[in-house]
């Protein structure tokens, strides 16, 4: 599973059909697991639908347990603060994916954190439900 939750290709197949994020150039033929640690790597576009770039993700990976956690910490064109960590636990029968997100949205709009945060929540079901799928498959 690990290989399939930090290589660009499985990104994408978890967030279709709603989005799509592409590689900053830097980054183009490596995963999550082989980018420089705590650099950032450029701009990963978020393209809604797959096709319309709406926001961008300025890609830091800061820690990596290689297969079990990696930590991101970004900073995108809509959040001040983007913060993204992936676990993966064994368990009887399969692995136990854990994301869990800390945001901040750049404009002070009353309310926004708790919309976004709810959005957010949603569509990280979404993936999951997309990599449990995949995997069901198999």
Avoid: C
Avoid at 18 to 29: C, D, E, I, Q
Avoid at 45 to 71: H, K, Q, S
């Amino acid at each position: 599973m690990w290989d399939r939750v930090v290589d660009p290709e499985g990104i994408n197949h978890e967030m279709r059909p709603w989005m799509t994020m592409t590689m900053p150039r830097a980054a183009r033929g490596l995963t999550v697991e082989t980018v420089p640690l705590g650099r950032p790597l450029g701009r990963a576009w978020l393209r809604l639908l797959g096709v319309v770039p709406f926001d961008y993700d300025d890609l830091t990976i800061v820690e990596i347990d290689p297969g079990r956690r990696f930590l991101e910490r970004s900073t995108m064109l809509s959040m001040s603060r983007w913060e993204h960590e992936r676990t993966l636990t064994p368990v009887p029968g399969g692995t136990r994916v854990h994301d869990r997100v800390v945001l901040e949205p750049r404009l002070p709009v009353p309310g926004l954190s708790a919309v976004l945060a709810r959005v957010v929540d949603l569509f990280f079901k979404h993936r999951q439900r997309r990599l449990r799928a995949h995997f069901s498959r198999d």
